[in-house]
């Protein structure tokens, strides 16, 4: 994965330890930030304590404009700015790490993901006995994207599921709830995003998959072409067979009781 400087920018933060963390990776997307942070703040008002961790992939628009302004007047929110743009993965990771809470939501930038359905997500997390172990991913029944696209990622997620067996029908959408101990513990390398599930599966967990709403892309273009989707993780997919296949899981015993 590329090296990028990283940059957080001090800000207010919420009172008490968020349970939450939202993280959302954005490159020039300054005119999608404000309407997906109302939202996010709308979907999750009245629930646990949550922040809101943006990471700047190096952007040249005015996205680091509008989080500075948003960020004075919303505790909540939270920057992290690559001074290069490094890609998705890795503003995810940042992200990751620079969240607060035990408990991770991610969803895109663009403003496609409904921050809606995340409370349905986040409740299917919390009422499983596993939630360490357990990825809940988002399912985009009806895409909003362009023909070529949608062609790509069925093919993508076709060929995913047939050699890495993640039982995952839609790896490509950005809305997703695991736990941050568990995000940490995977290898992360460039596009690795599209391969949560099988990283899960690999460290013995498990994905559940959940039908959500897919919006059309209000402002800005996409940074990631037809080709980029279907050819450029070619490589990859063959790096996550080969970790699959290299994989163990240790039985660990719990602490001997202690004498009497």
């Given at each position: 994965?590329?090296?990028?400087?990283?940059?957080e920018r001090p800000s207010a933060v919420t009172p008490?330890?968020?349970?939450?963390s939202v993280v959302v990776p954005v490159r020039d997307e300054a005119d999608n930030i404000e309407p997906l942070v109302t939202e996010i703040r709308a979907a999750l008002a009245g629930r646990e304590p949550f922040e809101i961790?943006?990471?700047?992939?190096?952007?040249?628009?005015?996205?680091?404009?509008?989080?500075?302004?948003?960020?004075?007047?919303?505790?909540?929110?939270?920057?992290?700015?690559h001074r290069a743009g490094c890609g998705q993965s890795a503003a995810i990771a940042s992200g990751v790490k620079a969240a607060r809470a035990p408990l991770v939501v991610t969803l895109?930038?663009?403003?496609?993901?409904?921050?809606?359905?995340?409370?349905?997500?986040?409740?299917?997390?919390?009422?499983d006995?596993?939630?360490?172990?357990?990825?809940?991913?988002?399912?985009?029944?009806?895409?909003?994207?362009?023909?070529?696209?949608?062609?790509?990622?069925?093919?993508?997620?076709?060929?995913?599921?047939?050699?890495?067996g993640d039982?995952?029908?839609?790896?490509?959408?950005?809305?997703?709830?695991?736990?941050?101990?568990?995000?940490?513990d995977m290898p992360r390398f460039d596009h690795m995003h599209r391969f949560l599930p099988a990283?899960?599966?690999?460290?013995?967990?498990?994905?559940?998959?959940?039908?959500?709403?897919?919006?059309?892309r209000a402002g800005g273009r996409s940074k990631y072409g037809v080709f980029d989707r279907l050819w450029v993780g070619i490589v990859d997919l063959l790096g996550v067979m080969?970790?699959?296949?290299?994989?163990?899981?240790?039985?660990v015993e719990p602490d001997a009781e202690p004498d009497q």
């Amino acid at each position: 994965m590329a090296v990028a400087h990283i940059h957080e920018r001090p800000s207010a933060v919420t009172p008490e330890a968020p349970a939450l963390s939202v993280v959302v990776p954005v490159r020039d997307e300054a005119d999608n930030i404000e309407p997906l942070v109302t939202e996010i703040r709308a979907a999750l008002a009245g629930r646990e304590p949550f922040e809101i961790v943006y990471v700047d992939d190096g952007s040249t628009d005015a996205t680091a404009a509008v989080l500075r302004r948003l960020g004075a007047d919303i505790p909540a929110l939270r920057t992290v700015r690559h001074r290069a743009g490094c890609g998705q993965s890795a503003a995810i990771a940042s992200g990751v790490k620079a969240a607060r809470a035990p408990l991770v939501v991610t969803l895109d930038g663009d403003g496609q993901n409904d921050p809606a359905d995340i409370p349905r997500l986040l409740d299917l997390h919390a009422g499983d006995a596993d939630g360490d172990r357990l990825l809940v991913t988002g399912l985009r029944a009806k895409r909003r994207d362009s023909l070529g696209k949608r062609l790509a990622s069925r093919i993508a997620n076709r060929v995913r599921a047939r050699l890495l067996g993640d039982d995952t029908p839609d790896t490509g959408c950005g809305l997703k709830v695991f736990t941050r101990a568990a995000f940490l513990d995977m290898p992360r390398f460039d596009h690795m995003h599209r391969f949560l599930p099988a990283l899960m599966v690999r460290a013995g967990g498990r994905v559940v998959s959940v039908p959500v709403n897919h919006r059309p892309r209000a402002g800005g273009r996409s940074k990631y072409g037809v080709f980029d989707r279907l050819w450029v993780g070619i490589v990859d997919l063959l790096g996550v067979m080969w970790l699959k296949r290299r994989a163990t899981l240790p039985d660990v015993e719990p602490d001997a009781e202690p004498d009497q």
